[in-house]
């Protein structure tokens, strides 16, 4: 399910392509976009240099469009929602009971 923040055209690039923890720090940091432009020396594009996502300074650009997705690092674009081939159970309940029990 989206999040209504997410429907607007700003994020419609990045929606299923990147985390939803990343396009919460997006949100976040959008917001500080007015701070940023009006004093960018005391800002230091924080977001950039941590967590490798765009920083105020750099969404100032997009607020008319959207974010490209290539602004977004590739740690944050690998989602996998596909069989990881978690190991099966090799001991069951029963065994563990009697282990338990002696």
Known sequence: MVGHVFKVTLYKKLLCMVSRYALNEIVVEYESVPYACKNPSRYGCVMRT???LPCACELSKYVVGFIP???????????SFSYQGLCEAKVTITEEKKTISK
């Open 50 to 52: 941590t967590n490798d």
């Open 69 to 79: 997705l290539e602004t977004i690092h590739i740690f944050w674009r690998r989602l």
